[in-house]
């Protein structure tokens, strides 16, 4: 294994699952606002689940989006 080549692909992998997470809840949180669904100072929980099925692993991270 190339460890160097290792860390390379996962933050590659890491970027792409921030930038396209950000984009989707940025545009979720704007969709909820104008609907009336939520208002402006909110506090949404969240999780996000990293599954690598052939490492056997599913972790969960639980956080929130703090809107003010």
């Known amino acids: 294994m190339d460890e160097e080549a ?7 992998f890491l970027k792409l699952v921030g930038v396209s997470s950000q984009r989707e809840i ?3 949180v704007r969709d909820a606002l104008a609907s009336g669904k939520i208002t402006g ?3 949404l ?3 996000m689940t990293l599954e690598i099925p052939a490492l ?3 972790v969960t ?5 703090n809107l003010k």
């Open 26 to 28: 940025e545009q979720a």
């Open 61 to 65: 991270f639980d956080g929130a989006i």
């Open 45 to 47: 929980p969240a999780a």
């Open 41 to 43: 100072d909110n506090a």
């Open 56 to 58: 056997q692993l599913k």
């Open 6 to 12: 290792l860390n390379v692909s996962i933050r590659k």
